[in-house]
């Protein structure tokens, strides 16, 4: 009888695991489970307001005639649309928002150059470049109103009337002008602030190859740093659009949406607390919401384009 054998079987040798596998995975199993309380309170603080919107925009309801109200379905939504208040206060949004958004940046950037410069008392001129940045809007714009702009004791008058030019009443006159004043006044230094940290995250070494090679400081600056901030130009840009948007304070206290001040976010309040239209207050609400994702969609995508253009170079 002949036994057959099998021969033997090799095992191949398991791989170690990486060091540190299981403890870097609870790691990031506890960093995961820390964040669901801020991701829960965020999702109750914001869609459920949301959602309460939709429901009031859905309703037939006027704070005068409480005892009448019903379904309307999307008959808000059809005012709206139909309602020239809508678009007129669209384009009133897209020109304060665009026009104040592109001086606070224009003007940020001249600011970052000269800051970015050593000279005495540089810390100081910092700090007082940033304050207009910290001041509450309501306070800003009462200040602007009667201390700046006030047809009679403004001090923007006064300086007119130092060179022989009359008096303006800035608020009624060129309301629009006003509003942008103020919000490039305010917004200004937030892009500075960007475009002073591109500036200061600039490599030396390019900029003092560009002057032994002969290149002078506008040449420098239009070919060496101005490719090198456009990153930080469309952050500042993009979040100050979407800051913009949503801007009420001076509006309501300055203009009162007059002379094509009234953006969309004075036109729900004006439908809300002055009309006590909340259905169509509602409806308004979430159109502006809409057009305010909009805007936010775009911003992010660019935004993350930036960070992954950024991650390739390095």
């Known amino acids: ?6 021969a033997p079987t090799t095992r191949r040798p398991r791989r170690p695991a990486p060091p540190g596998g299981s403890g ?14 801020a991701l829960a309170t965020s999702i109750v603080l914001t869609q459920i307001p949301f959602v309460m919107t939709i429901y009031y925009s859905l309703q037939s309801w006027n704070l005068l005639r409480p005892g009448d109200r019903g379904f309307a379905g999307l008959d808000n939504y059809v005012h709206v649309l139909r309602d020239g208040s809508f678009l007129s206060s669209l384009g009133a949004t897209v020109a304060v928002t665009g026009t104040s958004v592109v001086l606070s940046t224009l003007l940020g950037l001249l600011f970052a150059v000269l800051l970015d410069r050593n000279f005495v008392g540089r810390g100081v001129a910092r700090t007082l470049m940033i304050t207009p940045f910290l001041v509450m ?30 008096p303006v009443a800035w608020n009624t006159e060129v309301p629009i002008v006003t509003i942008i004043l103020v919000l490039t006044w305010q917004y ?7 475009l002073l940290a591109g500036l200061q995250a600039q490599n030396k070494d390019v900029l003092e190859a560009a002057a032994v090679d002969g290149a002078g400081p506008l040449r420098t600056f239009g070919w060496i740093t101005l490719p090198h901030l456009r ?6 840009v993009l979040l100050a659009s979407i800051m913009l948007l949503q ?6 206290i300055m203009t009162r949406g007059t ?5 969309l976010s004075y036109l729900l309040y004006e439908r809300a607390f002055i009309g006590l239209e909340v259905g169509e207050a509602a409806a308004y609400g979430v159109m502006t919401v809409l057009v305010t994702i909009v805007v ?8 993350f384009k930036v960070f992954s253009t950024e991650g390739i170079a390095r």
Request: aromatic share 8%; net charge positive.
């Open 259 to 263: 002379g094509g001040t009234k953006t």
């Open 137 to 166: 809007p309501a306070a800003a714009a009462l200040v602007w109103k009667w201390s700046i702009l006030d047809a009679a004791t403004g001090m923007a008058n006064w300086g007119l009337g130092l060179v022989g030019l009359p």
């Open 188 to 194: 200004t230094p937030f892009a500075m602030l960007i």
């Open 296 to 303: 936010a969609s775009v911003a992010l995508r660019t935004l």
């Open 247 to 252: 801007v009420f304070d001076p509006i309501a």
């Open 1 to 6: 009888m002949t036994t057959l054998m099998s």
């Open 231 to 236: 990153q930080y130009v469309e952050i500042a």
């Open 24 to 37: 870097r995975r609870r790691s990031l199993a506890v960093s995961r489970a820390m964040l669901w309380p």
